[in-house]
């Protein structure tokens, strides 16, 4: 839904815990973000959203 709806693309996980994941999603055109959380069964929860994502990533030296 967030893909086909939002417009939104995956664009960072990370593992919580051993049964969690994390997935940051920004919508390319608008830079809303939404911050959702995945359990092993399957179940899928968002737990903040913004707006005005901005990348911190450094700059290749």
Not at 13 to 29: K, N, S
Request: with cysteine.
């Amino acid at each position: 839904m967030l893909s086909t709806v939002m417009h939104a693309e995956r664009r960072a996980l990370g593992f919580r815990g051993p049964e969690t994941l994390l997935e940051v999603w920004i919508d390319p055109r608008t830079q809303d973000w939404t911050l959702v959380q995945t359990y092993t069964n399957g179940t899928s929860c968002i737990i903040a959203m913004g707006e005005h994502w901005e990348d911190l990533t450094p700059a290749p030296a």
